[in-house]
């Protein structure tokens, strides 16, 4: 069975940090482009960062740049978000997703995980 597994959510005041962890199962991670997509409560999912295996690349959407820093471990098959200097605005289901290599992170999506919850209190 193909899928993602997220881990690594939870609560944390502002200012401080997590890091999430998406493993894949079924799949080569090395195969895909991954990427973070988080929804807040009453928002649209908007995208956070992409790792693209293709040419190694990696993306951030500006309202996390120089907070949060997205890896990968392809021996562990798995892609982690650090997140720093966490902000309530932050608050959010975190998810992550993959599509094959090469067609990044903005559409051709074919597997999601299934969330984790990140709050950020004031």
């Known amino acids: 069975e193909v899928q993602l597994v997220e881990s690594g959510g939870g609560s944390v005041q502002a200012g401080g940090s997590l890091i999430l962890s998406c493993t894949a199962s079924g799949f080569t991670r090395g195969d895909y482009d991954i990427g973070w997509f988080r929804q807040a409560p009453g928002k649209e999912r908007e995208g956070v960062s992409c790792?693209?295996?293709?040419?190694?690349?990696?993306s951030y959407a500006d309202s996390v740049k120089g907070r949060f820093t997205i890896s990968s471990d392809n021996a562990k098959n798995t892609v982690y978000l650090q997140m720093n200097s966490l902000k309530p605005e932050d608050t959010a289901v975190y998810y992550c997703a993959a599509a094959r290599s090469g067609y990044g992170c903005d559409d051709y999506l074919e597997v999601w995980g299934q969330g984790t919850l990140v709050t950020v209190s004031s």
């Open positions: 790792d693209s295996s293709s040419d190694g690349s990696t």
